[in-house]
């Protein structure tokens, strides 16, 4: 069995039933492309993510009172 290059990729000490969300956005290729790779990286499956879906007008994240944000732009 081969063992993951980055076994801790999951913090640990966070309340059971704790959950984040992931949000990708760009171009269908290269959300595909990421999830793969977070697949090949033993962070979670493929088939945990939606389909990907075409965002025809502005979208608007609402959080849960609480929470926090962070956001990560990355060129490919």
Do not use: C, F
Not at 12 to 35: C, M, V
Not at 38 to 45: K, N, S
Not at 55 to 61: C, K, S
Request: glycine content about 6%; proline content about 9%; aromatic content about 2%.
């Amino acid at each position: 069995m081969q063992t993951s290059p980055l076994p801790h990729l999951t913090p640990s000490g966070n309340a059971p039933g704790e959950s984040i969300r992931h949000i990708l956005l760009g171009k269908p290729d290269a959300i595909r492309q990421t999830i793969h790779l977070l697949h090949a990286l033993h962070y979670t499956e493929t088939i945990l993510w939606s389909p990907v879906l075409t965002i025809e007008d502005a979208l608007v994240i609402t959080p849960t009172q609480g929470e926090a944000m962070s956001l990560l732009r990355k060129q490919l």
